[in-house]
């Protein structure tokens, strides 16, 4: 693949390079800095591999350092999630070191900031690029209006405390599903959902001025918001939605609409859109031609999990989604012998 095409289009790469120059040109591909310096030994030689996703606002890179260490240093064009599965990374950011251990310690680099990091030998990493744009967006839904001056995410995450279990836990998540695009775990709508989640537990774990902002007391409930957001959502059910994005459209934080919604109507948002998108999948499996699978429905009606979907349906409608394909397609069936 072209170097011009990396972690562009959707398009899934994966590279085993021995070649220190162009393992530098892939660095500087990928996070968009200058300074970058490959460290061999004399025994030593240059091998590296890389694992490429771009997933929407999202780009999944599993790095290997087999043989050869890297300094990469300058201000990145994107915000990353800096994790390692084995090894170590040092991370200097604002001149305060952060050492990246599996289980221990992630870091997060923030578009824009000078940020230099060292890769040891034999490490293996797990890097979240993240699109500055979708953190500024996300945190404009949660506020309701966008953040004023920089978002001041904190470089050192502890995995083991606070929010950082549920990070780790989010990042792992995420890169499984990206790797299996064919399954429920990889398809467009759990992924939006999984993206969203990412970037919320970033934001409200790890910014300390977006917390403070967040704790203020929510504002009254609004009828209109609540009725604008079930519109909008009846409308998209099919979609792969992200929950956060309604409330952008809508002019008003996350935080309230969902406060609005729970206390008008008893449920949350996400539930509102799950009946949407079952009612959208008892109709379409009630008209489905013949030849029509239920894995066809459930995929074209927002489902990304089967389990989850049949549970689901037959709880609301007392039978099982290939009983009411069944019930639409025998009749005709019959007609036609």
Not at 216 to 225: D, F, G, I, S
Request: charged share 25%; with cysteine.
């Amino acid at each position: 693949m072209p170097l011009t095409q990396l972690a562009d289009g959707g398009q899934d790469t994966h590279l085993l390079l021995g070649d220190p120059d162009r393992g530098r040109a892939i660095f500087g591909r990928l996070y968009e800095v200058a300074k970058i310096d490959i460290h061999r030994d004399r025994d030593r030689n240059f091998l590296w591999d890389w694992d490429i996703r771009a997933r929407g606002t999202l780009t999944v890179i599993r790095g290997h350092a087999r043989a050869g260490e890297a300094t990469v240093a300058g201000t990145p064009a994107y915000s990353v999630l800096v994790l390692v599965t084995r090894g170590c990374v040092d991370l200097t950011r604002s001149g305060s070191l952060v050492q990246v251990v599996p289980g221990v310690t992630g870091s997060l680099v923030t578009a824009g900031e000078d940020v230099a990091t060292f890769t040891h030998q034999a490490t293996r990493t797990l890097n979240l690029r993240i699109e500055p744009a979708a953190l500024h967006s996300h945190a404009t839904a949660l506020l309701g209006a966008p953040p004023r001056g920089s978002l001041l995410l904190d470089p050192r995450i502890d995995l083991r405390r606070g929010a950082g279990p549920d990070l780790l836990r989010l990042a792992n998540l995420v890169a499984d599903a990206s790797a299996h695009p064919d399954t429920p775990l990889g398809s467009p709508h759990v992924l939006a959902h999984l993206r969203e989640a990412l970037y919320g537990a970033l934001l409200t774990g790890h910014s300390g001025a977006l917390r403070d902002r967040l704790e203020k007391p929510a504002l009254p409930v609004n009828t209109r918001h609540v009725r604008m957001a079930e519109e909008i959502l009846a409308a998209r059910a099919s979609e792969p939605v992200a929950i956060g994005d309604i409330a952008k459209d809508i002019g008003v934080s996350l935080r309230s609409l969902e406060r609005s919604f729970k206390a008008t109507r008893g449920y949350s948002l996400r539930d509102f859109l799950k009946s949407q998108r079952l009612d959208l999948a008892h109709r379409r499996l009630r008209a489905a031609p013949p030849g029509t699978t239920v894995t066809q429905v459930l995929h074209a009606s927002g489902f990304g999990h089967p389990g989850e979907f049949s549970r689901a349906y037959r709880q609301r409608f007392g039978e099982a989604p290939s009983d009411t394909l069944r019930g639409a397609q025998g009749p005709r069936l019959s007609k036609t012998r």
